[in-house]
């Protein structure tokens, strides 16, 4: 009988031979089969030198009626091969997302002879072009597609967002700052428009801008429509701020005296806070809407904001998405100004790198709920409740059990900037970069003014880093070390380290210190905030710390498209939640509570029971054309968070929420 080892050794030997054999049959295969394809010529990468020439950009915005704009650009060229590229990377999406498959019915001529176009095989956004013999010009005619149905896109036959990133196509191989643009635009008639480009002539309904290189036009959109007031929020000659309100009727243009103090302090007080600014003039570009979707996009001297309709007329249903306009002006300073240094690209289709996001958009964050305080946008009980429910979130969300916060700002270019979005969102955590940022930063500045016993915040901080360069707009990067060193400058502290363990590493524990360090701890109990009982419920009310799930329930200012089958539809399950554990899934309906129809008045009775009882809570859900009943086990009542003071420990939280004098 053989021993152990022989069977050992044989096994070896005939694996090596099988080893060899194999590899032969492959050499065979390789050196007879196919070639790999030869990798195409990469599109030239950007130079900073000028291009020679100016392009000519006449934007035709008369067919808002179809979505259509109509578009005529005139580049200058030599004769040779040029390579047009369609804006890809839009600072301030994160991502590569601009569609570029809404821009249709492309036509090139040179000396008035149509001349192919051919697109890179590899880059969807490059077109290549051969410029013949004596051509001086190609004169490019295309539409852009806007979205067409109500709420997926920002044209309606009121209202019109131009963003020039979809009207242009611009030569690859030079910096963006060095080609300049001539842009006209045609406005439909009757129709005023804002925007912070300097007008250099109209006539009638044509408007002539003034040249501008290809970032700062991209980085100045334009609104346009019927209804329009722009109010005045400048706090000196030298300083103007306006907000410039369209809305799809004339009344919801209209502002009281308390709303309109508001929004100025809002500009006093970020002012105070940077004691800088990095703006001839900034247009806070603001639609009032429910017939266009909502949006939030940050600009150097504007930031494209939208809402909903009522946002003067029913001031408290708005206090949730309040922080809108000073998230976005804060940006003009943290972003746009001081901007991470993987952030800052040299055209529109370079990738970037969102490490830093944590800090551009999570501290952008923390500011703007800070200034909304601080302004009286929202009062301090609102802000409270902001807060807790931010924190209350993360308790009932386990993604942060396997994702590191800074992991989340790769979202943006994973989801197509919210193309492809999450079904399982308490697990995925996509945009996570932004909520938990505000404790993360909430945490550091209390950790300040802990530290330097009341001396220091992270105001100082602020003023420091962001203040640099007053009433320049000329982008200064940062770094993950310039940062440490600034507030190292302000208050000596291991942050590397901090934000080391809060940021790059899976931290199952939410970052509630911040709430500790300022004299509140985060509370559940069953008292509705009156503010949330003025929020838009058509949107999803979120059970995510009872019962698990956030379902629509009617009633709300604004119908969204599916709105006649949206009472009761499930749009989030939390995971490992009860609803979870019941097999409940984001495509369900929920129809019955207890054996009774449901409503929203039906679903928190039977919470509230089931906190008295060891009764499950009944739920009868549709799914296609099938019905579930679930049984959820929820004894802990409707649980709203709130932040409750610890009485005897110092108030920060108040401190840091008040007005800066
Ligand atoms: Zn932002």
């Given at each position: 009988?053989?021993?152990?080892?022989?069977?050992?050794?044989?096994?070896?030997?005939?694996?090596?031979?099988?080893?060899?054999?194999?590899?032969?049959?492959?050499?065979?295969?390789?050196?007879?089969?196919?070639?790999?394809?030869?990798?195409?010529?990469?599109?030239?990468?950007?130079?900073?030198?000028?291009?020679?020439?100016?392009?000519?950009?006449?934007?035709?915005?008369?067919?808002?009626?179809?979505?259509?704009?109509?578009?005529?650009?005139?580049?200058?060229?030599?004769?040779?091969?040029?390579?047009?590229?369609?804006?890809?990377?839009?600072?301030?999406?994160?991502?590569?997302?601009?569609?570029?498959?809404?821009?249709?019915?492309?036509?090139?001529?040179?000396?008035?002879?149509?001349?192919?176009?051919?697109?890179?095989?590899?880059?969807?956004?490059?077109?290549?072009?051969?410029?013949?013999?004596?051509?001086?010009?190609?004169?490019?005619?295309?539409?852009?597609?806007?979205?067409?149905?109500?709420?997926?896109?920002?044209?309606?036959?009121?209202?019109?967002?131009?963003?020039?990133?979809?009207?242009?196509?611009?030569?690859?191989?030079?910096?963006?700052?060095?080609?300049?643009?001539?842009?006209?635009?045609?406005?439909?008639?009757?129709?005023?428009?804002?925007?912070?480009?300097?007008?250099?002539?109209?006539?009638?309904?044509?408007?002539?801008?003034?040249?501008?290189?290809?970032?700062?036009?991209?980085?100045?959109?334009?609104?346009?429509g019927i209804n329009y007031k722009r109010v005045?929020?400048?706090?000196?000659?030298?300083?103007?701020?306006?907000?410039?309100?369209?809305?799809?009727?004339?009344?919801?243009?209209?502002?009281?005296?308390?709303?309109?103090?508001?929004?100025?302090?809002?500009?006093?007080?970020?002012?105070?806070?940077?004691?800088?600014?990095?703006?001839?003039?900034?247009?806070?570009?603001?639609?009032?809407?429910?017939?266009?979707?909502?949006?939030?996009?940050?600009?150097?001297?504007?930031?494209?904001?939208?809402?909903?309709?009522?946002?003067?007329?029913?001031?408290?249903?708005?206090?949730?998405?309040?922080?809108?306009?000073?998230?976005?002006?804060?940006?003009?300073?943290?972003?746009?100004?001081?901007?991470?240094?993987?952030?800052?690209?040299?055209?529109?289709?370079?990738?970037?790198?969102?490490?830093?996001?944590?800090?551009?958009?999570?501290?952008?964050?923390?500011?703007?709920?800070?200034?909304?305080?601080?302004?009286?946008?929202?009062?301090?009980?609102?802000?409270?409740?902001?807060?807790?429910?931010?924190?209350?979130?993360?308790?009932?969300?386990p993604g942060r059990t396997w994702r590191p916060?800074?992991?989340?700002?790769?979202?943006?270019?994973?989801?197509?900037?919210?193309?492809?979005?999450?079904?399982?969102?308490?697990?995925?955590?996509?945009?996570?970069?932004?909520?938990?940022?505000?404790?993360?930063?909430?945490?550091?500045?209390?950790?300040?003014?802990?530290?330097?016993?009341?001396?220091?915040?992270?105001?100082?901080?602020?003023?420091?880093?962001?203040?640099?360069?007053?009433?320049?707009?000329?982008?200064?990067?940062?770094?993950?070390?310039?940062?440490?060193?600034?507030?190292?400058?302000?208050?000596?502290?291991?942050?590397?380290?901090?934000?080391?363990?809060?940021?790059?590493?899976?931290?199952?524990?939410?970052?509630?210190?911040?709430?500790?360090?300022?004299?509140?701890?985060?509370?559940?109990?069953?008292?509705?905030?009156?503010?949330?009982?003025?929020?838009?419920?058509?949107?999803?009310?979120?059970?995510?710390?009872?019962?698990?799930?956030?379902?629509?329930?009617?009633?709300?200012?604004?119908?969204?498209?599916?709105?006649?089958?949206?009472?009761?539809?499930?749009?989030?399950?939390?995971?490992?939640?009860?609803?979870?554990?019941?097999?409940?899934?984001?495509?369900?309906?929920?129809?019955?509570?207890?054996?009774?129809?449901?409503?929203?008045?039906?679903?928190?009775?039977?919470?509230?029971?089931?906190?008295?009882?060891?009764?499950?809570?009944?739920?009868?859900?549709?799914?296609?054309?099938?019905?579930?009943?679930?049984?959820?086990?929820?004894?802990?009542?409707?649980?709203?968070?709130?932040?409750?003071?610890?009485?005897?420990?110092?108030?920060?939280?108040?401190?840091?929420?008040?007005?800066?004098?």
């Open positions: 009988m053989p021993s152990r080892s022989f069977y050992r050794s044989s096994r070896v030997v005939f694996a090596a031979f099988l080893i060899v054999a194999l590899t032969t049959i492959c050499s065979a295969q390789d050196s007879a089969g196919p070639q790999p394809a030869p990798l195409p010529a990469p599109v030239a990468g950007p130079v900073d030198k000028p291009y020679p020439g100016t392009f000519a950009l006449k934007v035709d915005l008369t067919n808002v009626n179809q979505r259509v704009l109509n578009v005529r650009e005139t580049i200058p060229v030599n004769s040779g091969s040029i390579t047009l590229l369609y804006p890809q990377w839009l600072p301030g999406t994160h991502s590569p997302s601009n569609p570029v498959g809404a821009m249709a019915g492309l036509v090139v001529t040179a000396n008035g002879r149509r001349i192919p176009w051919v697109r890179d095989r590899v880059n969807m956004w490059a077109f290549h072009i051969d410029v013949p013999q004596g051509a001086s010009a190609l004169e490019l005619n295309f539409q852009y597609l806007a979205p067409v149905k109500p709420r997926q896109g920002r044209i309606s036959n009121k209202f019109a967002d131009l963003t020039w990133n979809s009207v242009l196509l611009y030569p690859a191989g030079y910096f963006a700052r060095r080609i300049q643009f001539s842009p006209e635009l045609r406005l439909p008639e009757g129709w005023k428009f804002a925007t912070s480009l300097d007008v250099k002539s109209q006539n009638g309904n044509v408007v002539q801008f003034k040249d501008v290189p290809l970032n700062t036009l991209i980085d100045s959109p334009l609104y346009a005045d929020l400048s706090t000196g000659p030298d300083a103007p701020v306006y907000l410039d309100v369209f809305a799809d009727q004339t009344e919801q243009l209209d502002i009281t005296s308390e709303e309109f103090e508001y929004h100025k302090n809002l500009v006093i007080q970020a002012e105070k806070l940077f004691s800088s600014r990095h703006y001839d003039r900034y247009d806070f570009l603001f639609s009032l809407s429910d017939s266009v979707g909502g949006k939030g996009l940050e600009h150097h001297q504007s930031s494209e904001d939208g809402t909903r309709a009522n946002y003067f007329t029913d001031w408290l249903a708005g206090v949730a998405g309040r922080a809108l306009l000073a998230h976005e002006y804060v940006h003009s300073w943290n972003g746009k100004f001081r901007r991470p240094a993987d952030l800052w690209t040299t055209n529109f289709n370079v990738p970037m790198q969102n490490d830093l996001l944590w800090v551009y958009e999570g501290l952008t964050d923390y500011y703007g709920n800070v200034l909304t305080a601080r302004s009286g946008l929202r009062t301090l009980e609102q802000t409270r409740d902001v807060f807790a429910g931010i924190a209350a979130n993360f308790e009932a969300s916060l800074d992991d989340t700002t790769n979202q943006p270019i994973i989801s197509a900037h919210g193309a492809r979005p999450e079904e399982w969102a308490s697990w995925q955590r996509g945009y996570d970069y932004y909520p938990e940022s505000d404790l993360v930063w909430l945490d550091a500045d209390t950790k300040i003014r802990e530290l330097s016993n009341g001396q220091k915040s992270l105001d100082d901080f602020a003023r420091l880093f962001f203040g640099i360069d007053n009433k320049s707009y000329v982008t200064v990067t940062y770094t993950f070390d310039d940062l440490v060193k600034i507030l190292n400058a302000v208050q000596p502290f291991d942050w590397a380290s901090f934000f080391r363990i809060r940021v790059y590493q899976v931290e199952a524990q939410v970052p509630e210190d911040g709430f500790t360090r300022s004299g509140y701890r985060l509370v559940y109990n069953d008292t509705e905030s009156e503010w949330m009982k003025h929020m838009d419920r058509s949107r999803g009310i979120s059970f995510a710390t009872s019962l698990g799930f956030a379902v629509k329930a009617g009633g709300g200012v604004a119908q969204d498209d599916d709105d006649d089958t949206s009472d009761g539809s499930i749009t989030g399950v939390w995971w490992n939640s009860p609803a979870f554990k019941a097999g409940m899934t984001p495509d369900m309906q929920l129809k019955a509570v207890n054996d009774q129809s449901f409503s929203l008045a039906t679903l928190r009775e039977a919470i509230l029971a089931a906190e008295k009882s060891n009764a499950p809570v009944k739920l009868l859900l549709k799914r296609g054309k099938e019905y579930i009943t679930v049984s959820l086990d929820c004894h802990g009542g409707l649980r709203y968070p709130h932040l409750e003071r610890v009485e005897s420990t110092p108030d920060r939280l108040d401190e840091i929420l008040a007005p800066i004098k």
